[in-house]
Nanobody
Framework: QVQLVESGGGLVQAGGSLRLSCAFS?????????????MGWFRQAPGKDRDFVAA????????YYADSVNGRFTISRDNANATLYLHMTNLKPDDTADYYC?????????????????WGQGTQVTVSS
């Protein structure tokens, strides 16, 4: 059974920083460990669709970012400790949303929500102006 548990959200002023964590464990239905899966961060503001934020390959070698966060956010993972991170800097009020981590396939690095198989419960980030 796959488990993804996000933490680290909160209230921060514009220009501030936060680091989100996602503890992951378990195996996909195929038997593959989540350690060997691409992972991503998505966010969803009230009344809006779930949007791609960042994704990372299973081996840390490749990262992709939405244009809106490129240069401000950094995705990373520590497979030895089974944790995915999203370091967010220079936060803006438009970054306010619930943030979700997700686990997907091994070799692709998807940017669409439907391409991910497993999701956490989310953590709320609020950026005040």
């Amino acid at each position: 059974q796959v488990q993804l548990v996000e933490s680290g959200g909160g209230l921060v002023q514009a220009g501030g920083s936060l680091r989100l964590s996602c503890a992951f464990s378990g195996r996909a239905d195929s038997g593959r460990s989540i350690t060997n899966s691409a992972m991503g961060w998505f966010r969803q503001a009230p009344g809006k669709d779930r949007d791609f934020v960042a994704a990372i390959s299973w081996d840390n070698d490749n990262q992709y970012y939405a244009d809106s966060v490129n240069g401000r956010f950094t995705i990373s993972r520590d497979n030895a400790n089974a944790t995915l991170y999203l370091h967010m800097t220079n936060l803006k009020p438009d970054d306010t949303a619930d943030y979700y981590c997700a686990a997907g396939p091994r070799f692709a690095i998807p940017t669409q929500p439907h391409q991910y198989d497993y999701w956490g419960q989310g953590t709320q980030v609020t950026v005040s102006s």
